[in-house]
């Protein structure tokens, strides 16, 4: 029994990857989130527009998660 290999496979579990190709694409969600937001779009209105640009349902997640 490995505790380090077994501890690696559980982390694997909990850690999702990232939907993007590269962090600029995430970077640059998070900020017209955060842009929509101070614009008081609530993030529905924010996820509606994203959608319609063309972004994934798992990328938008994935950013709002991260624009907290």
Do not use: H, M, V
């Not at 579990?13 to 937001?37: E, T, V």
């Not at 008081?40 to 972004?55: A, P, S």
Request: aromatic fraction near 14%; charge should be positive; charged fraction near 30%.
């Amino acid at each position: 029994w490995n505790f380090e290999s077994f501890s690696n496979k559980i982390g694997k579990l909990f850690i999702k990857k990232s939907p993007f190709k590269n962090d600029n694409d995430l970077r640059i969600l998070i900020d017209f989130i955060k842009k929509s937001r101070n614009a008081k779009n609530n993030d529905g209105q924010i996820k509606q527009t994203l959608l319609k640009k063309g972004w994934t349902i798992e990328q938008i997640e994935y950013a709002f998660k991260y624009s907290k």
